[in-house]
């Protein structure tokens, strides 16, 4: 069962199960056939073909809702998939080495395709401890390289980042997490009429100069055949640029779980989510239980509600609802939506 928000055609971001199931979402991009996991708790809801699509799990902490489905997802890859890298907090690669400790490996070498689990740990400081466990080598641990981690930026690829911000659960670190699109750059196909040029591979070309900041005067060729014969142009980039490029900002989809409600968490979160098109956050319990989500380090739906109204969140899912809620989940979805909406 996936609850889905369509976004743009690009890309969906869906949890992974149901309001009372373990928490997680899936951000499905379509166009890469590449899908991005946050939280990894129960999985098997989502289809194999999907499953295979996951390059990069972020795991905001390792209580067992948010990361017990490793297993099944390493069950369903091994053999079949080549690669998946992890992030998670302190103390997350000898976690993850546990886990694969736990089982016996003598046959998985003879495997056709090696499976790389490449495993980064964020460590108060903004450092970032790598390494790797891989098929070939019985999922020995394998220490890589650190890196540093400027402005929560774990992942950077051409279409879009990920960035995390640290937040106190219960004397540990729970991380909260950004999907962020990078910008979209779109062609005006009647303005390149009006021109009367032609679409093709070189329009490609000027969108991958425009990202890398090119000069405005860098020549851009243009080839193509008519009836008439063969035609080339020479135009500079700045003038396509202002002609036939369209610019449109990339969304912004947060996910906030398992957190305190404390005067530091609600400082950070509102800053990180300031401005968010899309936000999944925990409402746990009613207001009325407060004193139960103090001190089980979890938000009330009003904490939720009145954080996504602080940040300017665009558009809200709450989510990990305690079972003590069930048939009952509207009244956490209305004190939220009141708090939220100022109502
Ligand atoms: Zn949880
Ligand atoms: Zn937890």
């Not at 129960?42 to 795991?59: A, E, I, M, N, W």
């Not at 950004?178 to 070309?205: C, D, Q, S, Y």
């Not at 990990?320 to 939220?340: I, K, N, Q, V």
Request: aromatic share 10%.
């Amino acid at each position: 069962m996936v609850f889905s928000v369509p976004m743009r055609p690009i890309f969906d971001a869906m949890l992974v199960n149901r309001t009372f199931g373990d928490p997680g979402v899936l951000i499905d991009l379509k166009f890469e056939r590449r899908a991005i996991l946050f939280d990894i708790g129960d999985v098997t809801g989502l289809p194999t073909r999907k499953l295979l699509r996951v390059s990069d799990v972020f795991v905001s902490h390792t209580h067992m809702d948010h990361f017990a489905g490793f297993d099944h997802l390493l069950r369903v890859c091994l053999g079949r998939d080549t690669a998946v890298r992890l992030y998670g907090p302190e103390k997350f690669i000898s976690q993850v080495g546990h886990k694969l400790a736990a089982y016996t490996w003598n046959l998985v070498e003879n495997y056709a395709t090696d499976y790389v689990i490449t495993v980064h740990e964020l460590g108060a400081g903004g450092h970032i401890e790598r390494a790797q466990f891989r098929s070939r080598r019985r999922f020995e641990y394998e220490a890589l390289p650190g890196t540093d981690c400027s402005d929560g930026v774990l992942l950077e690829s051409p279409s879009f980042r990920i960035r995390a911000v640290p937040l106190e659960h219960h004397a540990i670190t729970s991380l909260a997490f950004a999907f962020e699109e990078g910008v979209h750059i779109n062609i005006w196909k009647n303005r390149l009429e009006e021109l009367g040029l032609p679409t093709g591979p070189w329009l490609t070309r000027l969108k991958e100069l425009v990202r890398a900041g090119a000069p405005e005067d860098t020549p851009i060729r243009v080839r193509w055949r008519t009836r008439g014969g063969a035609h080339e142009q020479m135009i500079p980039l700045g003038k396509l640029r202002a002609s036939v490029l369209e610019f449109l900002p990339g969304q912004r989809v947060c996910y906030v779980t398992d957190v305190a409600d404390n005067p530091a968490n609600r400082e950070s979160l509102v800053a990180f989510l300031h401005g968010a098109d899309l936000l999944f956050i925990e409402a746990v319990f009613l207001d009325a239980e407060r004193e139960q989500a103090a001190r089980k380090a979890h938000l009330t739906a009003r904490a939720a509600g009145q954080m996504a109204r602080a940040a300017g969140v665009r558009a809200a899912v709450p989510f990990h609802f305690s079972p003590r809620y069930l048939g009952r989940e509207e009244d956490l979805r209305r004190e939220f939506e009141g708090a939220w909406r100022g109502g």
